[in-house]
């Protein structure tokens, strides 16, 4: 089992759906989450970084953690045909300068 | 002005070659990360050097050999270079282990 899971797509929704997009975890020591956008043939770029439970919300983007859950998710509202792109998840347990990356999910919303 | 540049972008090679890639920051931050992420788009740290100093080594061949000449630079050398090495490799940095990464656009190293 990996350590972080996470459904790669591809995800089609039509412009202005709400997206929902998830990963599992198996290591209940992370406390560092990190949700990147990755556009093809550029480097990831940090969406949201979250540090223990709760949600945060940033614009369109909201991020929430659910560590009784080992699960966490990022919400995209009215997304747009700009947001598709692939979406990375990634968590640390802390003081270990290492970050555990999911597969990505690959979102593709349709104008 | 880039906060973390990579060259070179593209990197074709014949198998057997040695070859290097070069990072370079300018945020100030003192940790520095080589990923590779591979055609499935899984992103694998390879290593992680806080203060030119080497914390991470991930299990990778020895014919990887990182160098931080200071916290601001961030070279991996490929001795021997393999089909397999083939991916694309993500430089980053960080200040302080916990906090979000910022990533170069990527080194597409190709081997045949």
């Known amino acids: 089992q990996k350590e972080v899971e996470q459904d790669p797509g591809p995800l089609s929704v039509p412009e202005g759906a709400i997206v929902s997009l998830n990963c599992t975890y198996s290591n209940s020591a992370f406390q560092y989450f990190m949700w990147y956008r990755q556009y093809s043939r550029k480097g990831p770029e940090l969406l949201m970084y979250?540090?223990?439970?709760g949600n945060k919300e940033d614009g369109r983007f909201t991020a929430q953690v659910d560590k009784s859950s080992k699960y966490i998710s990022l919400f995209i509202r009215d997304s747009q045909p700009s947001d598709s792109a692939t979406y990375l998840c990634a968590m640390s347990a802390g003081g270990t300068y290492k970050y555990i990356f999911g597969t990505g999910t690959r979102l593709k919303v349709l104008a | 002005d880039t906060a973390v540049s990579q060259t070179p972008k593209y990197l074709v090679t014949q198998m057997g070659n040695d070859k290097s890639i070069k990072c370079e920051q300018n945020?100030?931050?003192?940790?520095m990360y080589w990923y590779k992420q591979d055609s499935k788009k899984f992103l694998k740290i390879m290593f992680s050097?806080?203060?030119?100093?080497?914390?991470i080594n991930e299990t990778v061949p020895n014919r990887f050999s990182p160098k931080s000449p200071d916290k601001a630079h961030l070279n991996l050398h490929i001795n021997s270079l393999e089909l397999g090495d083939s991916a694309v490799y993500f430089c980053?940095?960080?200040?302080?282990?916990?906090?979000?990464?910022?990533f170069g656009s990527g080194t597409r190293l190709t081997v045949v």
């Open positions: 979250t540090y223990s439970s």
């Open positions: 980053a940095s960080s200040q302080r282990g916990d906090n979000g990464y910022t």
């Open positions: 050097y806080n203060n030119k100093e080497l914390i």
């Open positions: 945020l100030g931050h003192d940790t």
